[in-house]
């Protein structure tokens, strides 16, 4: 099992930065190397999408829409997700989940909300 709380949504400018922090625990964290870690977003009327993780072996993917403004970053332990988002869009407002695979198993955290104003 593994328990994740996200926290650092808050409301923003565009243009602003936030950065977000997803604190992981549980006994299976301690396979850490097998895991994959990851933000996810989802608007108002949309589906959940990937914004960014980091793989096995600490490669990591970005969305389209976010490469160049958002870094993904973790511990040596891949204990503590964060996600440093910069030069922020209105459009990137929603609420925000960290997700941990591993194992076959997929935990999600319980969301923070972002909002960024025009």
């Known amino acids: 099992q593994v328990q994740l709380v996200e926290s650092g949504g808050d409301l923003v400018q565009a243009g602003g930065s936030l950065r977000l922090s997803c604190a992981a625990s549980?006994?299976?964290?301690?396979?850490?190397?097998?895991?994959?870690v990851a933000w996810y977003r989802q608007a108002p009327g949309n589906q959940r999408e990937l914004v960014a993780r980091i793989g096995r072996n600490f490669k990591r993917d970005y969305a389209d829409s976010v490469k160049g403004r958002f870094a993904i970053s973790t511990d040596n332990r891949k204990a503590t997700i964060y996600l440093q988002m910069n030069s922020l869009k209105p459009e990137d407002t929603a609420v925000y989940y960290c997700n941990y695979q591993i194992l076959g198993s997929d935990y999600w955290g319980q969301g923070t909300q972002v909002t960024v104003s025009s």
């Open positions: 549980g006994s299976t964290v301690a396979g850490y190397s097998l895991a994959t």
